[in-house]
């Protein structure tokens, strides 16, 4: 069985900083060890479980955070920006068994949860789709599902964790850290998070023919929230796009990959705003 790994790094255990999640900071270079830590334990655990492929998809930031050198050597990586489907790129592909989120944080404005945003958090406010808030979780497991592949992990602070047991109802979750504000957190020791995310990524593809794609029913409305009105003058000039309140954007999609990519396109017009 073909397995994707999507792992970004707010979610990690012991990171709860800015200064750790930023290129140049001063914690940076550790949080990249932390991250790469926890996408081999959730690869080793696939592997575990019987996996013959995994793919593991850098998503956090320009998405070159991870350590190659100190990968599972059995993975392929993908790293690099542009991505046409960002933190989900590879997966629309199809032909995984199983998709498995590590190191992911709730979406914006979830209290107790490390660093909380939604896809870039100097623009969206909030996300919906057909009316259902949506994290970033919530949102790449739609392009997983269009391509037939369930979400069975997803792995960060109990906060997130809660929300996406709602959200993708069935899954499986691990969590490393329990928030007790948006930057500070008790976290389990980082060889102690690695063992759960192992023995959890290794539950979900033992029993992977429990889960199911995560679908919504077309058209899709996406609905985008963004933090000022002028994210959103810079937002509205793409074509196809309504604004049905000053800070909301509004475009209907029939498919959900033209629905990703209009988001990514917002979040990138809107930024030119900030």
Known sequence: MRIYISVDMEGVAGIVRRHQVL???????????????????????????????????DSHGDMCNLLLERLDPRVQVLT????????AEGVQDGGFGLALYVGY????????????????????????????????AGLNALVAGAAGTPVGLVTGDASTCEQCRALLPGIETVTVKWAVSRMA??????????AAIREGAARAVAAADRFRPFRLEPPYALEVDTIDTSMADAAGIMPGVERPGPRTLRYVAE?????????LSIVRLGGTAS
């Open 23 to 57: 290129r140049g900071e001063s914690g940076y270079d550790e949080a990249c060890r932390l991250m790469t830590g926890e996408a081999n334990a959730a690869a080793q655990g696939a592997f575990d479980a019987g996996a013959t492929e995994v793919l593991v998809n």
């Open 80 to 87: 690099g920006n542009l991505k046409r489907f960002s933190m």
């Open 105 to 136: 944080h709730g979406g914006m404005g979830t209290q107790a949860a490390i660093l909380d945003h939604t896809y870039r958090s100097t623009v969206l406010w909030a996300v919906r789709v057909n009316g259902i808030a949506m994290n970033e």
């Open 185 to 194: 957190a008790r976290s389990l020791h980082p060889e102690a998070a690695r």
């Open 255 to 263: 498919d959900v990959s033209t629905l990703f990519r209009a988001l």
